[in-house]
């Protein structure tokens, strides 16, 4: 049984920084694009960052361009997202996902139904 766990979240000033991991266990995570999504209170969950399996392929959602960093390590079956600068408007449950040979890239928003394994959600909450 594949699972992810989030991990990392929780109450930072505005202008704090945060990393989060997303730990796999059960598969591999060689051939999977590793993402970002985060739902705030009364709004739809937006994609947040995205990184590919190979090549370095990334995207980030224009709200934390500059301000976010993906990574990952294959070999511990981590995604990581190092959040600086962060704002109250990041405050929000942040989740990790897989899509399988999903390619990331610039001006590619993400797209929920291209991940089909998920994590319960890490909060992170930005006070001004």
């Known amino acids: 049984q594949v699972q992810l766990v989030e991990s990392g979240g929780g109450l930072v000033q505005s202008g704090g920084s945060l990393r989060l991991s997303c730990d796999v266990s059960?598969?591999?995570?060689?051939?999977?694009?590793g993402g970002w999504f985060r739902q705030a209170p009364g709004k739809e969950r937006e994609g947040v960052s995205c990184?590919?399996?190979?090549?370095?392929?990334?995207y980030y959602a224009d709200s934390v361009k500059g301000r976010f960093t993906i990574s990952r390590d294959n070999a511990k079956k981590s995604v990581y997202l190092q959040m600086n600068s962060l704002k109250p408007e990041d405050t929000a449950v942040y989740y990790c996902?897989?899509?399988?040979?999903?390619?990331?890239?610039?001006?590619?928003?993400?797209?929920?139904?291209?991940?089909?394994?998920w994590g319960q959600g890490t909060q992170v909450t930005v006070s001004s």
């Open positions: 990184i590919s399996s190979a090549d370095g392929g990334i």
């Open positions: 996902a897989l899509a399988p040979m999903l390619w990331c890239e610039e001006n590619s928003p993400l797209s929920e139904r291209d991940f089909d394994l």
């Open positions: 059960g598969s591999t995570l060689r051939g999977y694009a």
